[in-house]
């Protein structure tokens, strides 16, 4: 193979040369979506990077993981994550990751990878309970990503599926971002954006939070919806507007959904939403996901 780099010694030029040569080629090789066989071998004896310090290193299972992300290489994920659950999410090195945490959550919601998000979380729910409440409520750095989670993101990007799925497998709603911001108020801030593009995704986005959040849900941005009743009235429509302001209670829809949805485990969500008592077309998303 022209990118093979059987040995890679002492910590000169050529060495970080190499290394830069080896790391390119994995990079391709995953983004042509070579098998998954070919690209472990790479992995694990050919290919080397480059760290801060003067370190070489094999690319780990979670920095593999990161890429299959970029490029959309299910397999390659559904692999890593099968053999590797843990190591796969672990944190990745600093030239992956600017903040010592795990940052696939994040990344599978900003390429809108639901597919691959969908098994991180199915890895999520195998770890410990305090290792899964830190991988989903994780907040990236405030420099680069200003605090918000996986959920914020979702919201900020309006990604229903990857919402709904962070949602059901456990991921706090109400958690502030940097500038003290809930995934609500993220969400607002999109639904006021001018003109209205992509209005049906927002407000779909807000009713799933709706399913979720706790009915005396404080957020920011409550008092400039106030202020501005009519403006957001025309947004949202008058059952959201009084239903998020505390004005109304939520709908009879709203609450039995809340109701239902607290009886699916994490481990069986979505797919127990087909088994709601509910007529598909009440259903809150049509996610067709591998089991």
Known sequence: MPWSVRWVGGCGAQS??????SSFAFYQAVRDLLPVWFLEDMRTMEVFHWEDGGKVSVYSPSE???YALVHDHQPYARHLLTKFPQSALAVPSQSFSCCQSAPHLAMAVRYNRVRVLFRI???IQTLPPADRAAHLDRQGCSR???GKTALHMACELVRPECLLLLLGHGAAPCLQDSAGNTPVDTLLQQI??????NMRAKLLCLDCLFFFVPQDLKFAMKQQLLDNRQQWQDLLGE?????????APPSLFVRAMRVLIRTISPEHFPE???????????????LKLES
């Open 272 to 286: 127990a939403l087909d088994n709601l008592p509910l007529p598909h077309f009440l259903k809150p998303l049509d």
């Open 192 to 197: 006021s954006h001018m003109p209205a593009a």
């Open 121 to 123: 979380l199915k890895a």
């Open 239 to 247: 059952n959201r507007f009084q239903c998020l302001v505390g004005l």
């Open 64 to 66: 593999a993981l990161l």
């Open 144 to 146: 680069v990503e200003g």
């Open 16 to 21: 970080q040369k190499q290394c830069k040569k």
